[in-house]
């Protein structure tokens, strides 16, 4: 399968780390995800969780997924933030 046939809908590895500390870098719907395997961290510029470490990579695609389709995060993530 060609790169132009892989649905935008797919988490696609992008990098792989070259030692196990590193990170393992994703695309998802014009996102990048990277995972250490413990720490997760979405790169998505306009995005109220850019570069904020969160969540699983499986749970980032649902961040990803509510903010394209509806401007608006998941529960249980409120944007914009409460004030305290």
Request: charge should be positive.
């Amino acid at each position: 399968m060609t790169d132009s046939l892989i649905s935008t809908h797919e988490l696609r590895v992008i990098e792989r780390p070259e030692k196990p500390t590193g990170w393992t870098v994703y695309e998802y719907r014009g996102a990048t995800l990277r995972s250490s395997g413990v720490h997760n961290m979405l790169q998505m510029p306009g995005h109220p969780l850019d570069k904020i470490s969160v969540g699983h990579v499986r749970h980032l695609q649902r961040v990803v997924d509510e903010w394209l389709e509806h401007q608006r995060l998941p529960p249980p993530y409120v944007w914009p933030a409460r004030d305290r």
